[in-house]
DNA sequence: CAGATTAGTCAAGCGACTTGACCATATAGT
DNA sequence: ACTATATGGTCAAGTCGCTTGACTAATCTG
């Protein structure tokens, strides 16, 4: 592959990457959540599975436990998530979505599809999904976290 | 598209994305340059076009222009771009690369290459292509910038 | 050539994150 | 069983990239 190909193969791949995340948060805003950012719905992937402990929300998101754990205290404060006990662990807190943070949730998911039924009206649902398929073999496996800066 | 291959396509472009900005930024570091940030890779990508001046730079990564002349203070102390008087404007500066800044630069780029020599050796060189291209048609244009966290 | 705009910097502050210290609970070694 | 070590979580303080606000110098507009 030629030189110029792979430049403008990241420019495409990082453009498409940058206006994913930001079109889905400025989707989530303009649903009526305009108090949190792209990360935090990095972390809502995770807790939408069941709920998390801060730990594994920091490994989650490729920080420390400290910050992960500020960013569940003002995800708590603005009513997105809450802190149970843990059933098999009394040292750990088990971090679960609120009615409001499925709310969130379900909004970022449906500010997602948009975006992605725009790609499917430019790219046909035959050719998205070759391109889905494409992505995941060469994507590598573990956590959702967002790009260092 | 259902609703699970939509996800499946976010998270695999997401990690490719997230990918491929982390490991340009281990490359340059392993090639040495082990003082900079990807952010100031996406400044480089201006800057090796001729260089640039603080208000293009700003525009060009989504920051305001003092942030932006932060940066390039930074970049001066690490020897990676110099500045030098416009040929037009006597108010502005052009900020250019230095030596440093275009090994820097080609360390980016061969990085860069290494990862996407990767993605040849799994897809095959015909079918990134059809990545490549497809990408580019639903990638907005507009300048290339670190996504929002 | 006066008024408005633009390039750039200085200064102060904010916010997301870090390192370091610490307590409570759980697990492992002998 | 009991100590030693590891793990989950928080508190406190500091760092760093970025912001807003104020300002000067130079350019464009009418």
Excluded at 89 to 99: G, M, S, Y
Excluded at 112 to 125: E, P, R
Aim: hydrophobic letters at 50%; glycine letters at 10%.
């Amino acid at each position: 592959m030629r030189n110029d190909e792979a430049q403008a193969l990241m420019a495409s791949l990082l453009a498409t990457s940058a206006a994913l995340v930001d079109g889905i948060h400025a989707g989530v805003v303009a649903r009526g959540f305009d108090d949190i950012r792209p990360t935090h719905g990095f972390a809502f992937v995770l807790l939408s599975h069941g709920g998390a402990t801060v730990s594994e929300l920091a490994g989650h998101l490729g920080v420390t436990k400290q910050a992960a754990s500020q960013l569940v205290d003002e995800l708590v404060g603005k009513g997105y998530v809450q802190r149970q006990a843990h059933p098999d662990d009394a040292r750990a807190r088990l971090v679960v979505l609120t009615r409001k943070g499925w709310d969130c949730t379900r909004a970022a998911e449906a500010a997602a599809a948009d975006i992605i039924h725009g790609w499917t009206k430019i790219l046909g649902a035959q050719r998205t999904r070759v391109l889905a398929a494409d992505l995941a073999r060469i994507a590598p496996a573990g956590p959702l976290r967002p790009a260092a800066r």
